[in-house]
T-cell receptor, first 113, second 113 residues
Framework: DAGVTQSPTHLIKTRGQQVTLRCSPK?????VSWYQQALGQGPQFIFQ???????QRGNFPDRFSGHQFPNYSSELNVNALLLGDSALYLC????????????FGQGTRLTVV | AQSVTQLDSQVPVFEEAPVELRCNYS??????LFWYVQYPNQGLQLLLK??????LVKGINGFEAEFNKSQTSFHLRKPSVHISDTAEYFC???????????FGKGTRLSVIA
C-alpha cells in the first residue's frame, strides 16, 4: 500500500500564474482533504471532497478550487498566484465514517516568486 | 466552530527526560482528538487518537495522551525522550460526521543531548 501520494514534491511558480497539485489517496479511502501549511504554522483546512463533490470549505478565496475523480484521486488548483500562497500543501485521505483517521501525504512545497 | 490551542510553541528538553506537550480545545459538541508528528520536510504522521472510552490513550513511539473533558485538554506525554523525537507536534480535533481536522499551531520539541 503506497499510502497517500502527492505530486509534484516541489515547484516554483511566478506571481499571477496558475498551478495544479495532485493527490492519490490511500487505497480504500474515499474522502480527500487539502490543507495549506505556511512556514511555522499548523495546517489550515482548504476543502474536502467526497463522492466527487466539494463537501466542506475553509476560509480560502475562490482562487482555490479542486476536483475529485471517480477513482477518488484529487487535484487542487490555485489561480492568480500570490506570494502569500507559498506554503506546503498537504493532502489527507480517509474513509468516510465516524472516528476514522486521516492519513497525510508528504506534501507539495509551492514557492511563488 | 472548533478550535485548538497548543500552549507552548517550543519545548526544549534533555534526552531521557520526560516531556508534556499541552493541548486545549474548544467545541460545543463531542469531539475526536488526535496528535500528529511532523519531521522536517515531511507530511504528518498520526501518533495517537482519542475516539471514546478510556481517557488514557497510548500511541506509537512510547507516547501517550490523556483526555480530560472537564478541562477540555488532551496533553501529550512521554516518560523518556530520545534525540529522534525532535520534531513538530500538532494537536487536532474533529467533530462527528464527515468533517475535517482543525489543527493547533504546533509545538516544536527539541531534544538536547
Amino acid at each position: 500500500d503506497a499510502g497517500v501520494t502527492q505530486s509534484p514534491t516541489h515547484l516554483i511558480k511566478t506571481r499571477g500564474q496558475q498551478v495544479t497539485l495532485r493527490c492519490s489517496p490511500k487505497s480504500g479511502h474515499d474522502t480527500v482533504s487539502w490543507y495549506q501549511q505556511a512556514l511555522g504554522q499548523g495546517p489550515q483546512f482548504i476543502f474536502q471532497y467526497y463522492e466527487e463533490e466539494e463537501r466542506q470549505r475553509g476560509n480560502f478565496p475562490d482562487r482555490f478550487s479542486g476536483h475529485q475523480f471517480p477513482n477518488y484521486s484529487s487535484e487542487l488548483n490555485v489561480n492568480a498566484l500570490l506570494l502569500g500562497d507559498s506554503a506546503l500543501y498537504l493532502c489527507a485521505s480517509r474513509l468516510a465514517g465516524e472516528g476514522t483517521e486521516a492519513f497525510f501525504g508528504q506534501g507539495t512545497r509551492l514557492t511563488v516568486v | 466552530a472548533q478550535s485548538v490551542t497548543q500552549l507552548d510553541s517550543q519545548v526544549p528538553v534533555f534526552e531521557e527526560a520526560p516531556v508534556e506537550l499541552r493541548c486545549n480545545y474548544s467545541s460545543s459538541v463531542s469531539v475526536y482528538l488526535f496528535w500528529y508528528v511532523q519531521y522536517p520536510n515531511q507530511g504528518l504522521q498520526l501518533l495517537l487518537k482519542y475516539l471514546s472510552g478510556s481517557t488514557l490513550v497510548k500511541g506509537i513511539n512510547g507516547f501517550e495522551a490523556e483526555f480530560n473533558k472537564s478541562q477540555t485538554s488532551f496533553h501529550l506525554r512521554k516518560p523518556s525522550v530520545h534525540i529522534s523525537d525532535t520534531a513538530e507536534y500538532f494537536c487536532a480535533v474533529r467533530v462527528s460526521g464527515n468533517t475535517p481536522l482543525v489543527f493547533g499551531k504546533g509545538t516544536r520539541l527539541s531534544v538536547i543531548a
